[in-house]
């Protein structure tokens, strides 16, 4: 039996974890307590940990119940699996290169949402913009009751527009990112986990459009109190990001945001994953600019 050792970052999610080898294959039984603790606390955090990206997939395929080592053609070493994907400000091509980021889920306003992202840390100098997490389960279980109340049975859309510019308090450095083709839908707002069957608080600023069958001013208000609970400072963990850390979450449970980052600002190059990869289709990138551009 593998000795892990995990240290709890808050009450109600993350955790930090010590003793993991990375290598391809794991032993199971570090796999049960891996897809375990992911399940139970939803984002975990490797510190001083030598990853490339092939261990990267594998463990973020791993932690969503699959078997990279089933079929790896189609999965560890697929064309999509090996493309590696930068969120940089330095790396040419870079993925959310500069600005600020609203809280939100990856790709949350389609059917097949990513269920796991994973950024291990590349370049890093000091000191660079962390990046923030609220889990959306831990917010639907504290909701205070009257709240609970008013958004039970309610449904949400989300998608991709414009609205969430309108939260931005101002701030010209907010990111945008804009795609080809314009998807919705549909969801309640406390929305059943798919795999672990837990109840999260489903909404977001960066991606939710409004409530259904509410006026927009209605609307507006009711999520900004769903907001306001949601992003509490006490809800949050803060990840200050060194060289050789692999932070690995659920996408659906959990929420990311982060503060601006500039290109002349410190070097800050992450090495990003999705689980499952991304299909050719969901694989189109957007394009990034900011609210004041």
């Known amino acids: 039996m593998a000795s892990l050792q995990v240290?709890?970052?808050r009450p109600g999610?993350?955790?930090?974890?010590?003793?993991?080898?990375?290598?391809?294959?794991?032993?199971?039984?570090?796999?049960a307590?891996?897809?375990q603790?992911?399940?139970?606390?939803?984002?975990?955090v490797f510190r001083d940990i030598d990853a490339d990206l092939r261990f990267q997939t594998y463990l973020s395929l791993l932690l969503i119940g699959e078997d990279p080592l089933a079929n790896p053609a189609e999965s560890l070493d697929s064309p999509a699996a090996r493309r590696e994907l930068l969120v940089?400000?330095?790396?040419?091509g870079g993925n959310a290169p500069v600005g600020r980021l609203l809280y939100h889920s990856d790709y949350m306003w389609r059917d097949d949402v990513f269920r796991l992202l994973s950024l291990y840390g590349l370049k890093?100098?000091?000191?660079?913009?962390?990046?923030?997490?609220?889990?959306?389960a831990h917010g639907w279980d504290t909701l205070p009751d009257d709240l609970r109340a008013r958004v039970e049975g309610l449904y949400a859309i989300h998608g991709q527009d414009a609205s969430y510019q309108q939260r931005s308090?101002?701030?010209a450095d907010v990111l945008v990112s804009k795609f080809d083709e314009a998807e919705t839908i549909r969801l309640p707002i406390g929305h059943r986990h798919p795999r672990t069957g837990r109840t999260i608080l489903y909404?977001?600023?960066?991606?939710?459009?409004?409530?259904d069958g509410m006026e927009e001013a209605e609307s507006e208000a009711l999520l900004g109190e769903l907001f306001d609970h949601l992003y509490r400072p006490e809800a949050e963990i803060t990840h200050q990001w060194r060289e050789r850390d692999l932070v690995m979450w659920d996408n659906i449970a959990l929420q990311h945001a982060r503060p601006n980052v500039t290109y002349e600002g410190p070097a800050r190059t992450l090495r990003k994953t999705f689980a499952p990869p991304p299909s050719a289709n969901a694989s189109k990138r957007p394009r990034f600019t900011t609210v004041g551009a």
């Open 203 to 211: 909404v977001t600023p960066q991606f939710t459009q409004r409530i």
């Open 13 to 31: 999610f993350g955790a930090e974890i010590s003793g993991v080898e990375p290598k391809v294959p794991l032993p199971d039984d570090v796999i």
């Open 88 to 92: 940089s400000n330095r790396e040419e």
């Open 7 to 9: 240290k709890e970052i």
């Open 124 to 136: 890093v100098e000091q000191p660079t913009s962390p990046t923030m997490f609220v889990s959306a």
């Open 37 to 44: 603790l992911f399940d139970e606390r939803g984002l975990l």
């Open 33 to 35: 307590q891996l897809r």
């Open 169 to 171: 308090g101002g701030d």
